[in-house]
Each structure stands twice: as C-alpha cells, then as structure tokens.
C-alpha cells in the first residue's frame, strides 16, 4: 500500500504539470484562449481542448497506475469518456502509447495541424516523476491493491482552469473563484465496502514563482485504513464559531439557516473539491451542499484525507433523514462502489440528497441540527 499512495502521488504530479504545461507553453495555452473569444474562436475542435485536457491527465494516471499494479487494471475510474469526434468525422480514443512519438501522433489526429502542441503533450507524458519526498518514502503500510479500486477527477472546476482568473483576492484564505481551486483529485476505496481508504489532492496552481513567475504546486495525502490514521497534515484546531463555506448557487433556505450558525463566518468558492480542501486545510470547518451535484469523483480523494484527519463527508439527506427517525449513531457517509439506481450516464455516480464534509464532529453535529 506504501507503494500505491507512492505512485498515486507520483501521478497526481505528472497530471499536474499537464496542466500547468496547458497554461504556460504558448501553442497549448492559445488553445485555451482560444475557447474565451466568442463567436470568434474556431469551432472545429478548440471547444473540446478542455475535454482533452482533462481525458489525457486520465488517462496518464490510468496507464502508470495499471502498468504499476497490474491488480488495479479494469478498477480505475475516472469524469471522462477518452473518445473524440476529429475535423474527419472519426472517433479517436485518446491514450498513452508505447513512445511519445506514437502518443503524439494520436494527439495529432484530434489536434490537427497543432503539431507543437501534441507534441509538447506527447513529451509530458512520457515524462517520469521523481519525488524526493523522505516523509512519503517512509510511509510503512499493508493493503492488497487487489482489494481497492481508484476514482479520478483529472481536473476538479474545470472552469476556473479555462477562466484562468489569477488575481482574485481570498476572503480569510479562501479564494472566492480562480485558477486556485483546480485541482487534481486521486482517491481509492474498498471494492468490497465502498469506503475511502486514500487520497490525494494535487494544487497545479498554489503559487507563482516569484523569479520565474511559473506556476508551483503542492500535494497532501492521507491514509484511513483500518485503525490506521496517517496524513501529510495535522488536524486543524476546533473553532467555537464554525466557518461554513458554500456554493454559490446554494438554495437560500440553507444560507438562511446557517446564518445564525456562522455569523459573519459564512463563505463562498468554486469546485467541490476546492471546497473540501478548504475544510482539510482549516479554512473552513464544514462544506455543506445541499443539491446532488457532486459526483463520486469529486468526493473520493478528500473524503479519504478527511478520515485520515478524524473527520469524514456525510449523505446529508440521509444524515437529517437519520436525526428525524431518532436513530443514534454516526451518520451515514458517502460510498463509492454503488451506482445511483435506475441512473444512466454520470448520474449513475452523483452524490444524490447533498453532503456534508467536516474534520471535527462538533461541527457536523451543529450543521446537522441547524438544518
């Protein structure tokens, strides 16, 4: 298992510096550009560069994951379907290849004519990872990869990424919306039981370069096996008066509610998976959303960091379901092995009734009271 959430952070770098590549190398990041001038952007496949972004930085984990642990192959998930429609009309499954001149001739065939473009890509892929990181490397565990299985979020708020918005201003360390909250999400879970088990959040874009003025990253993982509790972060420390951070689009009864819960301490930011490394970071104590419109992917990799660090992410509808009833005992967290039932496509895999993720109880039990 040491060496799985070794490779899993490893994977995690080599999707982040995609993306940054996408943002820094003047033929990728005029793609991205591209998609923001309107009526005159070129329709044919620009639209789709977002998508292939996100499919490559997928597929690059699905490869290195399954090419490291045979065991894993066939049980690593990812938001993407990898097939695209090119200026021909032919569908093109995007993957990794046996060299990089292949995989940027298959890039090409979606790309065409931006050969320096899928080349730049090609390369990147086939780049290794070196670490150098001596607290990971003495990571000591025991799990069967066989007994797990892997959700992706390539790129977590992938408008923000295409946005770009670099100088937006955070209220108390959370940053409202930007470049900031795209994040890659790594988690893997119990086949079996459906439980997180570990995760890994990587920052493309935690800060610039103050000579180069590149984009820097940062990653955290946690372990929540067993009676095994590890994590790169300590706990933060328990406020009296919870910070609440929210979606914008949330339904105003719940702003309403928590209000007087939070006081002036009610905030806002963009991505699910932003929102929830906020709760890990201790910016926040709690995200509450209320809609199901997160999705398996989303959820995975920090539900797994939260355990790590005592806490965890609820079913809120179950959750409020469970007080209702009088029922004692925790409330019911989110699973990642059970399909929504009589879903198709992504729904299949939404976080249906809204969650709750939180580090210290105190603050779930105050949520779930005040709604």
């Not at 009526?39 to 998508?51: H, M, P, V, Y």
């Not at 473009?117 to 565990?141: I, K, P, R």
């Not at 929540?224 to 008066?241: E, F, K, N, V």
């Not at 959303?289 to 079913?315: K, M, N, Q, Y």
Request: aromatic share 6%; glycine share 10%.
């Amino acid at each position: 298992m040491a060496g799985l959430l070794q490779a899993l952070v490893c994977a995690s770098e080599k999707a982040a510096h995609i993306a940054r590549l996408c943002r820094q190398e003047e033929p990728l990041f005029q793609l991205l550009v591209a998609e923001k001038t309107g009526a005159d952007r070129n329709r044919r496949f620009l639209q789709d560069f977002k998508t292939l972004a996100d499919v490559l930085i997928q597929e690059v984990i699905k490869h290195d994951l399954g090419k490291e642990f045979p065991e894993l192959q066939g049980h690593i998930h990812g938001e993407e379907s990898n097939e695209f429609s090119n200026g021909q009309g032919e569908t093109v499954a995007v993957r990794v290849c046996a060299t990089p001149g292949d995989t940027a001739a298959l890039l090409l065939s979606v790309l065409e004519p931006e050969r320096a473009a899928a080349e730049l890509l090609a390369t990147a892929v086939h780049q290794d990872v070196a670490l150098g990181d001596a607290e990971l490397a003495g990571v000591a565990l025991s799990i069967p990869p066989q007994d797990l299985a892997i959700w992706i979020d390539p790129i977590d708020s992938t408008n923000e990424y295409i946005a770009g918005r670099e100088d937006v201003a955070p209220v108390d360390g959370i940053a409202p919306v930007g470049l900031c909250s795209a994040l890659v999400l790594v988690g893997a879970y119990d086949r079996h039981t459906g439980c997180p088990v570990l995760g890994v959040i990587n920052e493309p874009f935690f800060r610039r370069d103050s000579l180069t003025h590149r984009w820097q990253g940062r990653y955290h993982w946690g372990v929540a096996y067993g009676d095994t509790r590890l994590c790169s972060l300590s706990p933060p420390p328990l406020h009296p008066t919870p910070c609440v951070v929210l979606s914008r689009a949330e339904a105003g009864a719940v702003r309403a509610a928590l209000g007087p819960l939070c006081g002036d301490r009610l905030r806002f930011a963009a991505g699910a998976g932003y929102k929830m490394l906020c709760v890990i970071l201790g910016l926040a104590d709690a995200y509450v959303l209320s809609e199901g419109s997160t999705f398996a992917w989303d959820a995975c990799a920090p539900h797994a960091i939260l355990r790590a660090l005592g806490g965890g992410v609820v079913a809120l509808a179950g959750a409020l379901r469970v007080r209702r009833t009088g029922v004692t005992g925790p409330p019911p967290e989110l699973i990642y092995n059970c399909p929504v039932e009589g879903a198709a496509g992504a729904e299949r895999w939404a976080n249906r009734g809204g969650l709750v993720a939180y580090v210290h109880p105190q603050h779930l039990e105050a949520v779930l009271a005040t709604l």
